[in-house]
């Protein structure tokens, strides 16, 4: 059982990686028109193999992908999409599929709102880095290893290589810096243009794993299961909040909601700080060995949408939403944790 309750860019300066029209080359084929942005706010979300697009509390939705399963498979089949889905202009939707084959593969699909594909090809890992311009994507090609940035067309634009002996601690993948022009992965810079990666400064580690505010002059990350919010570079890094866990900003930057824990061990709850006056409201609370999880602020700054996950079980999760004061507590979705909600504004 949920309780609901109260208490106290652009990609400047990006730099095109496609080679060079010349002798010996051929030119690039023209690029499609781009598709038109979906609406704000809508819900895309992957279940029992599919990828739908909905209103954003669910209402009127359209499957766009239909992944076919069948118990005769070797693999896992379908669609799904963990972690962020719409591109940040919110023309594109970013997913992954397993074909019904002895290659467990997973490939990466680029659609438009409607689910015409655009574009698709091999990627490892879970989530899938929209680059800040929406014009790029990037994922692993060999976990730990190499990473692929790739075009709308599906075309790869660079192969990059992690150095040489690093090995990822844990399930990370690669996420855009706010300039567009690098990738980072744990503290790892890997500029996009192929020059050498190098390692974040000691000081400036520990944002490395945390989340940027929407003008990027700020950055909250987890530190020993505290929420901290710091400066860009890291600095003036002061404790906001003990036990806490994922977290996410607010369209204007002036609240974060984040999980955070009553004991047990699971982030079991969630809770909205704002930033201005230090205040946490807590809007929600699971009981059992339920967690929560949080996604995304509405476009208008509202509501906010979590997941929760039954007993741990990957296939007995739910989408919510709760108001950021903490009424109106809904589940949306039943039967998944995946989902995203197109919360930024699109781009003309």
Not at 25 to 40: C, I, V, Y
Not at 71 to 98: F, M, Q, V
Request: charged content about 20%; glycine content about 12%.
């Amino acid at each position: 059982m949920l309780m609901a309750g109260c208490a106290s860019s652009s990609e400047a300066g990006r730099t095109e990686l496609s080679s060079k029209v010349g002798a010996g080359t051929t030119a690039p084929s023209p690029q499609p028109s781009r598709p038109s942005p979906g609406r704000l706010g809508s819900l895309a979300y992957g279940v029992d193999g599919d990828i739908y697009v909905a209103d954003w509390d669910g209402s009127n939705p359209v499957r766009i992908a239909d992944g076919r399963p069948s118990n005769k498979c070797r693999y896992s089949t379908g669609y799904w999409g963990e972690g962020p889905i719409w591109s940040p202009d919110g023309r594109y939707l970013a997913y992954r599929h397993a074909n019904c084959s002895d290659d467990p593969q997973r490939r990466v699909v680029i659609s438009d709102p409607e689910g015409n594909v655009i574009a698709e090809f091999p990627g490892e890992g879970w989530y899938i880095a929209w680059s800040p311009a929406s014009t790029r994507v990037a994922v692993w090609v060999r976990f730990g290893e190499t990473i692929g940035v790739y075009g709308l067309d599906g075309e790869r634009q660079a192969l990059l290589t992690m150095p040489r002996g690093w090995r990822p601690s844990g399930d990370y993948d690669p996420m855009w810096l706010p300039d567009g022009q690098s990738l980072l992965v744990q503290d790892v810079v890997v500029p996009v243009d192929g020059s050498t990666p190098h390692n974040l400064p000691l000081a400036d580690r520990r944002p490395a794993a945390g989340t940027y505010s929407p003008d990027g002059s700020r950055v909250a990350y987890a530190d020993s299961g505290s929420l901290v919010v710091a400066e860009a570079d890291g600095s003036n890094p002061p404790v906001v909040f003990g036990g806490a866990g994922s977290h996410i900003w607010s369209p204007t930057g002036d609240r974060i909601a984040f999980t955070s824990r009553s004991g047990r061990g699971l982030p079991d709850q969630i809770r909205v700080l704002d930033l201005a006056t230090r205040e946490v409201t807590l809007l929600a609370e699971a009981d059992g060995s339920d967690m929560l999880e949080v996604i995304d602020f509405s476009p208008e700054g509202d509501r906010i949408h979590f997941s929760r996950l039954k007993d741990g079980r990957i296939g007995a999760g739910s989408l919510w939403s709760v108001n950021a004061e903490g009424s109106h507590l809904r589940r949306l979705i039943p039967g998944t944790t995946w989902g995203d909600w197109l919360s930024l504004t699109p781009t003309s």
